[in-house]
């Protein structure tokens, strides 16, 4: 079993920054592909970022593109999320999942483990 544990998550203004963190336990995370999803109040749960095993693969949503930063460090068995220049619609609950495998799947339900979420709040 892998337990996953968000933070980093808090408030803050529209152009600022934010470092996630996403730690696990209870298995190596070397073998896993992780992402970082988010959801709205009343909004499905989407793909924000992705990261193969070894961090030598990256993608993300269009919407985050150019702003967002998945990073890994296996040494550590935790995973991170930058995210720079937010918006408003930024605003969600973030959360940390892993599968294994060397692909990077989109669809949340491919993901076996996940955190229980850290709150975003981006402000106008």
């Known amino acids: 079993q892998v337990q996953l544990v968000e933070s980093g998550g808090g408030l803050v203004q529209a152009g600022g920054s934010l470092r996630l963190s996403c730690v696990a336990s209870g298995r190596t995370l070397s073998s896993f592909a992780m992402a970082w999803f988010r959801q709205a109040p009343g909004k499905e749960r989407d793909f924000v970022a992705g990261?193969?095993?070894?961090?030598?693969?990256?993608n993300y949503a269009d919407s985050v593109k150019g702003r967002f930063t998945i990073s890994r460090d296996n040494a550590k068995n935790t995973v991170y999320l930058q995210m720079n220049s937010l918006k408003p619609e930024d605003t969600a609950v973030y959360y940390c999942?892993?599968?294994?495998?060397?692909?990077?799947?989109?669809?949340?339900?491919?993901?076996?483990?996940w955190g229980q979420g850290t709150q975003v709040t981006v402000s106008s």
């Open positions: 999942a892993g599968t294994l495998g060397t692909v990077i799947p989109h669809p949340a339900v491919v993901y076996d483990y």
């Open positions: 990261i193969n095993w070894s961090g030598g693969r990256t």
